[in-house]
């Protein structure tokens, strides 16, 4: 989305964070050199891991034309707050650029974050050019990011965008929506473990796929419609897929954890209409 206002100046990082990946320059030092996209989210969240491709690819695909690209991770969930959890977190999903740990939510209310994942484009000069609450819009902030860069160095030729990562994505593309999140012990800051009187997790739902939001270590069982049981190691926090849909579908899903293994959420993504 453009700014209502054409003045929105890049606020400053302060100095007391803490960083995975190294501190950047100060960010009135980037914009001076280029545009600089900052992403706001959350390791484990669903719609922050669904975003992240896109400006993972942003970021290795216009690096040379002079996009700079912040993370501030900015926790959803209570085993998110740790600098280490993210430190392994983030690694885990692949992100090498320098990630601020914003536990105090400091950084999310300067930037007027409205949920996960938030994303600002700051254009050389620093001043907000695009910005984008939430999952897609990923062809449309790939065009601000182009424009972007195209103002700051006229003479550079850029590499042609990218495709859609997924049919959900598509422009023109049909969604259904998924069955909402289950905190299963009781909400995003209390986890669920296994027990003698509750071994296992039983939930049906309809998505596109399902996923959820774990810490500690060990083996989670999954089994879906009452069928064999998948196991899926975990040895970082973050968010696992358990069962990936061309199409959204209902299905039963059963989780079985082992070890020291705690349930913060199970989430749903959307999918394309059946046909």
Not at 26 to 36: D, I, K, Q, S
Not at 67 to 87: S, W
Not at 201 to 220: F, S, T
Request: proline share 11%; charged share 20%; aromatic share 10%.
């Amino acid at each position: 989305m453009r700014p209502e206002v054409q003045n929105i100046a890049v606020p400053p990082f302060v100095p007391s964070l803490h960083w995975v990946g190294g501190e950047p320059p100060a960010v009135e030092r980037l914009t001076a050199a280029g545009p600089v996209l900052v992403h706001f989210f959350d390791l484990a969240q669903l719609n922050s891991v669904r975003a992240l491709p896109y400006v993972i690819d942003w970021r290795e695909r216009y690096r040379d034309a002079g996009l700079k690209v912040i993370g501030v991770h900015t926790p959803r969930y209570g085993f998110t707050r740790e600098p280490e959890a993210v430190a392994s977190g983030v690694a885990r999903l692949g992100v090498s650029h320098p990630v601020a740990v914003d536990s105090d939510f400091g950084v999310w209310h300067d930037y007027g974050c409205e949920g996960w994942p938030s994303l600002f484009l700051w254009a050389r000069g620093g001043v907000l050019t695009w910005f984008h609450f939430g999952e897609g819009e990923y062809e449309a902030t790939e065009a601000a990011i182009r424009e972007a860069l195209d103002a700051a160095r006229p003479e550079a030729e850029l590499p042609a965008g990218g495709e859609p990562l997924r049919a959900t994505d598509a422009p023109g593309a049909l969604v259904i929506p998924p069955s909402d999140e289950i905190f299963p012990g009781g909400s995003p800051n209390d986890p669920w473990r296994a027990s003698p009187e509750r071994p296992a997790l039983e939930l049906e739902y309809a998505a596109g796929g399902v996923h959820a939001a774990l810490d500690g270590e060990g083996e989670l069982a999954v089994a879906l419609d009452g069928g064999e049981q998948r196991p899926i190691t975990v040895g970082a926090p973050g968010l696992y897929a358990l069962a990936e849909h061309p199409r959204h579908e209902a299905h039963r899903v059963e989780l079985r954890p082992s070890g020291g293994l705690r349930v913060w959420s199970v989430c749903f993504a959307p999918g394309v209409p059946p046909g």
